[in-house]
């Protein structure tokens, strides 16, 4: 027995023979940094994990949308080229947004750490872009007597809201067998009931509810799926039909489903189209957001970067698209045509690209995403 020990010493280095670490021991303390000068050992930090390069791209190609879509809203009288883009842009640009939003939501526990980082990075700028858009489109809309409301979201604010009430919910979701089915009942119960009122914005919240549960419910494998080569392909014809059956639409279709902030009966519907054109719309905006998220390149490129402050771009482009109004961009009788149409898009996504740049960001940090040290006495760290 002595000879098959000394066997397997020698098989180690005089090292380990000198320490005496068992297998465990030596996987425990190969991260440890070598010893100098009898100091004690300290661990090293692990390595941040870099940013997903997908998602990044996903955001910011959204955002562009979002943006380019508001652009495009003036030009819709008179053209139904335009109208058809937009309805077809609106029915899948925020819920390919919020489906994303869900996605990175899936981690939130109510903890006091998601909880400080939920009321300083939602809350906060919520309350400062609507009172700052209420100041801004008194001037912009002719209206000096718009009170400032923090229950009735005006403009783009409504998002922040939404999300708020969407992530405060998500541990029930998380916790719930099925809990997409049940988002839609409860969209669909909310096109029925016209006395919901403005509070919140609480219609759209209830209605874009079911894609951000969607988003809670996504793993990777799944966004492996719609990235697939067959997806990309596909993508191309349903796309086409989609701009096709758009056109068809425009003059027959009020743009105010696609909004989802009204209910049926707001709509001059019958309280049954609600709940058809909640599900209707809802296998529509899945099949486009998955081509849309098909064609997203899952590579670093350029504008990966600006998919970190796709939040900025979102809050402070609508500063432009209502200052445009004001200042007569849309006046010209050339920018109603084929060539101002073209112009407008391209300056709309050079705009919020520009908003979504690292210098803007930290101008309008302490604003979008104030540091919580400014409000809280002690700081949680997220498990």
Not at 316 to 339: C, N, R
Request: aromatic residues 12%.
């Amino acid at each position: 027995m002595r000879r098959a020990r000394c066997r397997r010493r020698a098989g180690r280095t005089s090292s380990q023979r000198c320490s005496g670490l068992s297998a465990a021991q030596e996987q425990g303390t190969a991260h440890r940094t070598p010893p100098s000068g009898g100091a004690a050992q300290q661990p090293v930090p692990r390595p941040a994990q870099p940013r997903d390069a997908f998602f990044d791209n996903a955001k910011y190609l959204a955002i562009v949308l979002v943006a380019v879509g508001h652009a495009w809203e003036p030009l819709r009288e008179g053209s139904r080229a335009a109208t058809a883009l937009y309805l077809l842009v609106y029915a899948f640009h925020m819920p390919a947004f919020i489906v994303v939003s869900g996605y990175f939501s899936r981690g939130f526990d109510a903890s006091p750490a998601r909880i400080t980082r939920l009321l300083t990075g939602v809350v906060v700028p919520y309350v400062v872009f609507e009172v700052a858009y209420t100041l801004y489109t008194r001037w912009t809309d002719q209206a000096p007597d718009r009170p400032v409301s923090l229950l009735d979201p005006l403009y783009l604010t409504w998002f922040l809201a939404a999300l708020f009430v969407w992530r405060l919910t998500t541990p029930l979701w998380l916790l719930l067998r099925r809990p997409l089915p049940l988002a839609l009942v409860v969209a669909m119960l909310a096109t029925v009931t016209p006395s919901i009122g403005n509070d919140l914005d609480l219609q759209r919240v209830l209605q874009f509810l079911p894609y951000f549960v969607l988003g809670l419910g996504l793993r990777p494998e799944h966004i492996r799926l719609v990235r697939r080569r067959a997806v990309r392909v596909a993508a191309v014809p349903v796309f086409a039909g989609a701009l096709a059956v758009a056109y068809w639409a425009a003059p027959r279709m009020s743009a105010g489903w696609f909004l989802h902030r009204d209910s049926a009966q707001e709509l001059g519907q019958s309280a049954w189209y609600g709940p058809v054109m909640t599900l209707a719309l809802f296998g529509c905006s899945l099949v486009l957001v998955a081509c849309f998220l098909s064609w997203v390149p899952g590579r670093r490129m350029w504008c990966t970067p600006l998919g970190a402050g796709t939040l900025y771009g979102y809050l402070l482009h609508g500063f432009v698209a209502q200052g445009a109004k004001a200042w007569g961009w849309y006046d010209p009788a050339w920018v109603h045509g084929p060539l101002g149409e073209i112009t407008v898009t391209l300056v709309a996504a050079a705009v919020v690209t520009a908003l979504c740049t690292p210098p803007v960001r930290r101008v309008f940090h302490c604003v979008v995403e104030p540091s919580p040290t400014w409000a809280f006495k002690r700081v949680p760290r997220p498990a």
